[in-house]
T-cell receptor, first 113, second 111 residues
Framework: DAGITQSPRHKVTETGTPVTLRCHQTENHRYMYWYRQDPGHGLRLIHYSYGVKDTDKGEVSDGYSVSRSKTEDFLLTLESATSSQTSVYFC????????????FGEGSRLTVL | GQQVMQIPQYQHVQEGEDFTTYCNSSTTLSNIQWYKQRPGGHPVFLIQLVKSGEVKKQKRLTFQFGEAKKNSSLHITATQTTDVGTYFCAGFTGTASKLTFGTGTRLQVTL
């Protein structure tokens, strides 16, 4: 498996609190992605990064922000968590633009009460 | 925006039966990828198709990319219980450096 780890793996929090999920890679891949997975919706892209300090929005970016200060780390922040953000979050990394497989982390299950 | 739909959403087969999932995009794709996610696991890459009309095989799995590069299919011959999971197609369009996933097809296989 590719060297990609997500933390925390499980988190329960309350509405209105900030939450940060971390994705760490040891593969030196340029591209990093955050997806959320919900029943009936498949995997939806939240934000992605194409280099250090270079990020862009995906299809469901409202309520989320990201940062990438180092090649190996990509942080996803929920400034004020809502119950609609209860989901499983997957980080993915990729080496190539427009081609090549993505390697996924194990996922972070977030529950917002 | 780009939409990628898959049908069926769910299929239950008996071991030994064949299975097919179909992927349809609202826009032309530069390439298409297929992933498998086991229950409780993370998506794992299976294959990538690039050329119009391309067909690739991996043992019992056959992948096809449509002539117009807007649809794809995955066919599994003689399913086994190890095939259980959710199968996702995913595609890149134009110059976007992001992969859009289909809605997935969940396969259940029983003895």
């Amino acid at each position: 498996d590719a060297g990609i780890t997500q933390s925390p793996r499980h988190k329960v929090t309350e509405t209105g609190t900030p939450v940060t999920l971390r994705c760490h890679q040891t593969e030196n891949h340029r591209y990093m992605y955050w997806y959320r997975q919900d029943p009936g919706h498949g995997l939806r892209l939240i934000h992605y990064s194409y280099g250090v300090k270079d990020t862009d929005k995906g299809e469901v970016s409202d309520g989320y922000s990201v940062s990438r200060s180092k090649t190996e780390d990509f942080l996803l922040t929920l400034e004020s968590a809502t119950s609609s953000q209860t989901s499983v979050y997957f980080c993915a990394i990729g080496a190539a633009l427009l081609a090549g497989e993505l390697f996924f982390g194990e996922g972070s299950r977030l529950t917002v009460l | 925006g780009q939409q990628v739909m898959q049908i069926p959403q769910y299929q239950h087969v008996q071991e030994g039966e064949d299975f097919t999932t179909y992927c349809n995009s609202s826009t032309t794709l530069s390439n298409i990828q297929w992933y498998k996610q086991r229950p409780g696991g993370h998506p794992v890459f299976l294959i990538q198709l690039v050329k119009s009309g391309e067909v690739k095989k991996q043992k019992r799995l056959t992948f096809q990319f449509g002539e117009a590069k807007k649809n794809s299919s995955l066919h599994i011959t003689a399913t086994q219980t190890t095939d259980v999971g959710t199968y996702f197609c995913a595609g890149f369009t134009g110059t976007a450096s992001k992969l859009t996933f289909g809605t997935g097809t969940r396969l259940q296989v029983t003895l």
